[in-house]
């Protein structure tokens, strides 16, 4: 600034990088900078998940395989192609070109209780805005069960009892809830539990839900209570998948098959009260993969909107696709405004 130049009264001062003709680049930069480090995190979370998977899928196919059950094949096939949108450099959704949807399958699973517990969770708050209460998660267990078909049937009419009960009515405005089991390898049977999430009117407390669960099982009144601090995580944990698909490994034969012959269309999930409306669209086809739910519009044309390159589509196997998600650094991203 030469001496004696003034400024105008009302224009603003010219202080570097932060005259305002300059700040939409820099917001662009800034916002470049975010989508990478998201994209970059996710994508390696995602490639770690299916690295994870991979082994747990292979074994529970070879032992498909070798007791002749029907459905190794299906299993094979289910996530061994992927038709990925990419401009070359980014992939930016992945969807498999087959899904075998069997609760059991690990890759399936996975992605069931990653679209129930989005899905829910965006019910429960809808519902929580016209219900006052405090959310909480109530767990419900029962002795173990030798047969999961009798555990489940066992609980499932335990709830019932339970519900009808005045007590019950008196203290939860509303439930939502999901069969969970594991396998108990020592004593070789199945321990069959519900975890649910409630809303709470009237405070009550764990030894008196205790008195009234171990009314109507006959006996069991192992239960638990707790406030949820973060509906988030709280409902995660209970969409989670009903079953480790790493225990399957560790049952017998006769198990395993009980639990891959589980009945088709097997009830997993309850709700009631003012979570009524809570129900699961569990058989949603149109499901996806996006990686990320903002790219899930993109087609092949369309220009990536990390480098502006055409994106197009390629289909890839699944060592390939696991292959993409951990080459996703992008050393050459480039940050400029195109404005
Ligand atoms: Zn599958
Ligand atoms: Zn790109």
Request: with cysteine; hydrophobic share 35%.
């Amino acid at each position: 600034m030469t001496p004696g130049t003034q400024l105008e009264p009302n224009s603003q001062p010219l202080i570097s990088g932060r005259n305002s003709t300059f700040t939409p680049s820099l917001d662009t930069v800034q916002q470049v900078d975010n989508h990478e480090r998201e994209f970059r995190r996710a994508s390696q979370s995602k490639s770690e998940r299916w690295t994870l998977r991979t082994p747990t899928k292979r074994d529970i196919v070879a032992r498909l395989e070798r007791l002749s059950a029907e459905d190794a094949s299906r299993l094979k096939q289910c996530c061994s192609t992927f038709r990925v949108l990419t401009c070359g450099q980014h992939t930016l959704r992945a969807y498999p070109t087959f899904r075998c949807k069997k609760p059991f399958c690990p890759d399936c699973a996975a992605e069931r209780a990653n679209r129930l517990s989005r899905q829910t969770e965006a019910k429960i708050a809808e519902a929580m805005q016209t219900h006052k209460g405090r959310l909480c998660f109530l767990t419900l267990t029962t002795k173990n069960a030798a047969t999961l078909d009798g555990g489940l049937s066992k609980l499932k009419k335990s709830f019932a009892n339970f519900k009808r009960k005045k007590v019950f009515k008196n203290h939860i405005k509303g439930y939502f809830g999901a069969f969970e089991y594991t396998f108990n390898a020592k004593t070789n049977d199945f321990h069959v539990h519900l975890h649910l999430i409630i809303l709470r009117g009237k405070f009550w407390n764990q030894s008196d839900i205790s008195d009234v669960w171990r009314d109507v099982t006959g006996d069991s009144f192992i239960v638990d209570i707790r406030e949820i601090k973060d509906a988030h995580k709280g409902v995660k944990e209970v969409c989670k998948y009903p079953m480790k698909p790493a225990d399957l490994m560790k049952m017998p034969d006769d198990k395993f098959l009980e639990v891959v012959n589980m009945k088709k269309g097997t009830r997993m999930f309850i709700s009631g009260g003012c979570f009524y409306n809570v129900k699961l669209d569990d058989a949603d086809d149109a499901a996806d993969d996006s990686i990320f739910s903002q790219f899930a519009d993109l087609t092949e044309g369309d220009a990536c909107p990390l480098c502006n390159e055409e994106l197009f589509d390629l289909y890839v196997n699944r060592a390939q696709h696991i292959g993409l998600h951990e080459l996703n650094a992008m050393p050459n991203l480039i940050k400029t405004n195109s404005s």
